[in-house]
């Protein structure tokens, strides 16, 4: 299997995945703590949603960032991010509902890099050192950095009493 196939495959259990852990979460739930400092499901699937954007970034899909001065962080933002004028806190059903709909756009443009373009060293900002410095590597990064962030709701889910997240669609 491709390099392409491999992440493809790992994007698209994070779309299925992402919709499954916050199913059945209302907005008012979505924003609870369970300790501090841990983060609401709401930042969670809103930072999920900012992420996903940057593999949009890579495909050269046209998404907008919405939202994003709620759900950056300081390590990954850019000074589009740090500079974006105030918006109203989205719902959660918003969240997944931008997230649907990105995921289409995104995943298209993912589909259509080339293996060479997927190879090219790139000079990007990345947290983890060493890292594999092509593109294929940064998308990686991005598909395990969804990954954690789906579990860390997947958790919280628990902990507000509903049942575990389902890994069917």
Same mark, same amino acid.
């Given at each position: 299997? +491709?390099? =392409? =196939? #491999? $992440? $493809?495959? #790992?994007? &698209? ?6 919709n499954?852990? %916050?199913?059945? %979460?209302?907005?008012?739930? @979505? ?8 983060? +609401? ?17 890579? +495909? ?9 001065? !709620? ?13 974006? /004028?105030? @918006? /109203?806190? /989205?719902?959660? &059903?918003?969240?997944k ?7 289409? %756009? ?6 259509? $890099? @080339?293996?060479?373009? $997927? ?6 900002? !990345? ?16 598909? &395990? !950095?969804?990954?954690? !962030?789906?579990? #860390? ?6 902990a ?7 890994? @069917?669609?």
């Amino acid at each position: 299997m +491709s390099t =392409k =196939k #491999q $992440l $493809l495959a #790992q994007y &698209d259990l994070h779309d299925v995945l992402f919709n499954n852990v %916050i199913k059945d %979460i209302n907005d008012h739930e @979505s924003n609870k703590t369970i300790a501090d400092p841990v983060n +609401s499901v709401k930042w969670l699937a809103g930072h999920l949603l900012w992420a996903n954007a940057n593999l949009a970034n890579i +495909s050269g899909a046209p998404v907008e960032v919405k939202w994003r001065d !709620h759900f950056h962080t300081t390590q990954g933002g850019s000074a589009e991010d740090f500079n974006a /004028p105030p @918006s /109203p806190l /989205p719902t959660l &059903d918003e969240i997944k509902d931008k997230w649907n709909h990105d995921t289409v %756009i995104t995943r298209q443009g993912l589909e259509n $890099l @080339s293996e060479e373009t $997927l190879n090219k060293v790139i000079d990007a900002k !990345h947290p983890i050192h060493p890292f594999d410095n092509t593109l294929a590597g940064l998308w990686a990064f991005i598909n &395990d !950095h969804q990954a954690y !962030h789906i579990g #860390q709701i997947g958790i919280i889910r628990r902990a507000l009493g509903k049942e575990a997240m389902s890994y @069917s669609r």
